[in-house]
Nanobody
Framework: HVQLVESGGGSTEAGGSLRLSCVVL????????MYWYRQAPGKEREIVAT???????GYGDFVEGRFTILRAKSENTMTLQMDSLKPDDTATYFC?????????????????????WGQGTQVTVS
């Protein structure tokens, strides 16, 4: 089974930048998409950004071009560069991996192997 280790959270002032990292530990042959989610106190968890198995990126509407997600498949790492941060970006940020099989290749054991959440890292913008 894989494990996720996040790092890079912290505090900054509005307009500042932070960079989050997520490392996938463990070996797997199961393909997976990677996500950043966030959850602020009293709010639902929401998708920040995603990088699929081919490295294609997607972002939540609120990102508005301020964040960049990068996935290095050879190193099983994903980063989220966050610029022009706002106080509304204050939240706990979570890395997630989700099994993403090609059509016709679904394998049940991969669900247990790669569907994971990280422990979360706090981002505070004042």
């Amino acid at each position: 089974h894989v494990q996720l280790v996040e790092s890079g959270g912290g505090s900054t002032e509005a307009g500042g930048s932070l960079r989050l990292s997520c490392v996938v530990l463990g070996q797997t042959s199961c393909p997976f998409d990677m996500y950043w989610y966030r959850q602020a106190p009293g709010k639902e968890r929401e998708i920040v950004a995603t990088a699929d198995t081919d490295g294609h990126a997607g972002y939540g509407d609120f990102v508005e071009g301020r964040f960049t997600i990068l996935r290095a498949k050879s190193e099983n790492t994903m980063t989220l560069q966050m610029d022009s941060l706002k106080p509304d970006d204050t939240a706990t940020y979570f890395c997630k991996t989700q099994y993403a099989p090609r059509p016709g290749t679904w394998v049940r054991s991969c669900l247990d192997d790669v569907n994971r959440w990280g422990q979360g890292t706090q981002v505070t913008v004042s």
